[in-house]
Every structure is written in C-alpha cells, then in structure tokens.
C-alpha cells in the first residue's frame, strides 16, 4: 500500500507558475515510477507528466511541453511538479499516482495508487 498525498495547488494568473509536491508513504518508494494525472470539469482524467524511479528518466504530454518539470527526491519520498507559464486550460484537479510496472506509464490503469488531488486554477 502506498499513500500519496498532494499540496501545492492555487489560484494564479496566466503566465504565472506553481508548484505541486507530493508526499509518498507506505512501499519502498523506488520500486514505483510516479506520474501526475489532471482532470477537468466534464473531461476524461488526462496523463500529464511521468518520472522513473530513479529519477533520470521522465515523459510529458505535448501540451505541458517545455513548460512543467517533474522530479523526484527520493531521499524525502516526494515527487514533485514544477508548472511554467501557466494557462486558463491548465485548470484541473491534478492527481499524483504511483505505478509498479514499465516506464513510461501514461495510462490511468497502469497506476495503482493514487492521491486526493489538488485544484490548479488558471485565470485569464
């Protein structure tokens, strides 16, 4: 069992940044890559970014390109995702999840654990 908890979320304008973290506990933390996840109002939940367990290797949609980083420390059990140049459709609950198998995992089903989520608000 791992449990997975989110802070970090907030209002901020377009153009502006935030950064979400979230705290692992329970398994072995390295036998898990971790991913973050975003859902909107009336929209399917959406892959977002994905980090390996080591931390060297990471995956992101398109969209969030050259503008979010994610990152692991795994020395403190966190995972991390720092959001640049944020836009109004960047509103979403973000979730982070933990999955055991192959990287990268960009599917919901690939992960078995997953957090509350945390509410990103972009305003225009």
């Known amino acids: 069992q791992v449990q997975l908890v989110e802070s970090g979320g907030g209002l901020v304008q377009a153009g502006g940044s935030l950064r979400l973290s979230c705290a692992a506990s329970g398994h072995t933390f390295t036998n898990y890559a971790m991913g973050w996840f975003r859902q909107a109002p009336g929209k399917e939940r959406e892959f977002v970014a994905a980090?390996?367990?080591?931390?060297?290797?990471?995956y992101y949609v398109d969209s969030v390109k050259g503008r979010f980083t994610i990152s692991r420390d795994n020395a403190k059990n966190m995972v991390y995702l720092q959001m640049n140049s944020l836009k109004p459709e960047d509103t979403a609950v973000y979730s982070c999840?933990?999955?055991?198998?192959?990287?990268?995992?960009?599917?919901?089903?690939?992960?078995?654990?997953w957090g509350q989520g945390t509410q990103v608000t972009v305003s225009s």
């Open positions: 999840a933990a999955a055991p198998g192959a990287f990268p995992a960009v599917r919901v089903f690939e992960y078995d654990y």
């Open positions: 980090v390996n367990w080591s931390g060297v290797n990471t």
